[in-house]
């Protein structure tokens, strides 16, 4: 696989599933979800709280593993890459 060809993502999310066991049920958070992020391009991600916008960052970042599909990040499996990962979020309430 060659890198840096203009036409490879930078970030590749692959058909993301993520459910949660909430009081003994299973509540689907994330379900199929695919994109493809290329250098120079500016995403946001939106949706209503509780939505699961902070879990799909998460599983980008590497620090949850999604219940089924990958992320690619130039190529490579997310999990691999923890420590050169990161985000912060719009409003820094948690620092």
Aim: net charge negative.
């Amino acid at each position: 696989m060659t890198k840096d060809t203009g036409t490879s993502p930078k970030i590749r999310v692959q058909s993301i599933s993520k459910s949660f066991i909430v009081e003994g049920r299973a509540h689907l958070v994330l379900d199929g979800i695919s994109f493809s992020v290329y250098d120079g391009e500016f995403v946001s991600i939106i949706g209503p709280s509780g939505c699961g916008k902070s879990t799909l960052l998460n599983i980008i970042a590497g620090l949850e593993t999604p219940d089924s599909g990958a992320v690619l990040v130039e190529d490579e499996p997310a999990g691999q890459r923890l420590g050169h990962i990161g985000y912060m979020q719009q409003k820094d309430l948690l620092l």
